[in-house]
C-alpha cells in the first residue's frame, strides 16, 4: 500500500513538472523572438538598442527594438526637433519662471536657473541637450507652449504621430519617469535622424563643453555624452553627438551618433548596464555600423542586365548593360532587389541608345536606378536578312504539320 502511496506521489510530481515545463517559454527562445539583428550582430548588455544608417534611415540591428520602454532624458531630442520645426528664433530672450526654476535642485539635472533670468532659446536648448538641464527644458516647453508646459507637451505627441512613431507618447518634456512617457528604440533613432537634420542641433550635441548666459552671469557647462568629450576615458573619434538619459526607471540610455567618410550612424542604447557601460555599448554598436556596412555599388556600369533577340535576325542579339553605378548602403541582413524593365529590340540602334533601366532597392525602399543602354550599336536588317527571316519561320511551320 506504501508503495501504492509513493507511485501515485511519484506520477502527480512528474505530471505537474511537466505541465511547468509546458506552459514556461524556452528562455533561448524567448531571446530569439528579442532581437532584431543580422546573425554576427554584437550582443549589448541593454534592455533594448537599435542601429540605424544615417543617410537613409535603415535599420540595421538590434534588441527589441520596438519594445515601449521609459527614455528619461533622451525625451529632450523631441522638444529640440519640435522647436526647430516651428523655426523658433534661437536669439529671443526668455524668461524663467518659478516653476521651471524650481527644477534647480540636487533631485533633476539642471544648470541652476534662477527665476527671472533672461536666457535666449539657443542657451536654453543648449543647457538642455549638454548637460541635460531639466529647469532649461521647462522654461523653454512654458515659452514654446505659449505659457503651458501641457500645450508643448501635446506638440511633441503630434509631432510623433506625423512622423508615423506608434511606440512614442510623451507626458512631460523632460523625460522625468511616468508611465505615459515612453519611446523604444528605433523611435528615437527616427527623430534622432531628422533633428540631426538641423545645423544648429547638430552643433550643439557635438559640442564637449559650453557657455550660457543670463543677464548678470555666465555658466560653464559640460556635455554628459562622453562619446565627444576628449580625454573622458570613453571619447569616440566618430562621434558627433548626441544625448544621454538617467533615471530610476529607464536607467542609463544613451543616443550616440557618428560620421566617418561617406557613412554615418545612429546607435540608441536603452537600460543599459551602468551610467558608464552605454558608452561602451553605444561604441560596439557604431563599430559594428563601420566594419559590417558600407557604400557599395549595387549595379556597376557595364553590368550586363538583358540580351535581346535583334529584329529579323534569328541568331544575332545585343546587350544592354548599366550606364552608371548605382551605389548603397550593403552588409549583413539587407535585402537588394534589382527590377530590369526594357523595350524589345527597335529596328536599329546607336551604342549608348537608352532601351531600358534597371531600378535598385534595399529593404524595399528605392536606392536609385541606371539606364540600360545598347552595348553595340546594330543597323536594320538588311532585305535579305528578312527574306532569310521569314523562309525559315516557314519552313519550320512545313516540317510541324
Partial sequence: MRARLVLVKSAATLIALSILLILTPAPHRAAAQETGAPPGAPKLDAGSWALIDA????????????RQVPIASTTKIMVSLVALDEG???DEKVTVSEDAAAYAGSIYSNVGLYPYDQVSVEDLLTAALVPSGTDAVYALAEHLGDGSVDEFVGKMNDKAKE???????????????????????????????EAMKYPEFRKIVAEPEATISTQDRQIEIVNTNLLVVPNS????????GVKTGTSPKAGACLVASAESGDES???????AAGDFQR???ATTALEYGFGKFENEP???????????????????????????NVTALAGPGLKVARQVTHKEA?????????????????????????????QEGYEAASLWQKTTYWAGGLKRWVLQR
Fill in 346 to 374: 527597335l529596328p536599329s540602334a546607336q551604342k549608348g541608345q537608352q532601351l531600358g533601366t534597371v531600378k535598385v532597392s534595399v529593404e524595399g525602399r528605392n536606392a536609385g536606378s541606371s539606364p540600360l543602354i545598347v
Fill in 55 to 66: 543617410d537613409t534611415g535603415l535599420y540595421l540591428a538590434g534588441k527589441d527594438p520596438d
Fill in 88 to 90: 523658433v528664433d534661437m
Fill in 279 to 281: 558608452f561602451d555599448a
Fill in 298 to 324: 549595387l549595379v556597376e556600369q557595364g553590368d550586363d542586365f538583358a540580351n535581346l533577340e535583334l529584329p529579323y535576325r534569328r541568331d544575332e542579339s545585343v546587350k544592354l548593360v548599366a550606364a552608371k
Fill in 233 to 240: 576615458g570613453y571619447t569616440y573619434g566618430s562621434a558627433t
Fill in 163 to 193: 512622423m508615423g512613431l506608434k511606440n512614442t507618447h510623451y507626458e512631460n518634456p523632460a523625460g522625468i519617469d511616468d508611465p505615459e512617457n515612453y519611446s523604444s528604440a528605433e523611435d528615437l533613432a527616427k527623430m534622432t535622424r
Fill in 265 to 271: 550612424y545612429i546607435a540608441v542604447i536603452l537600460d
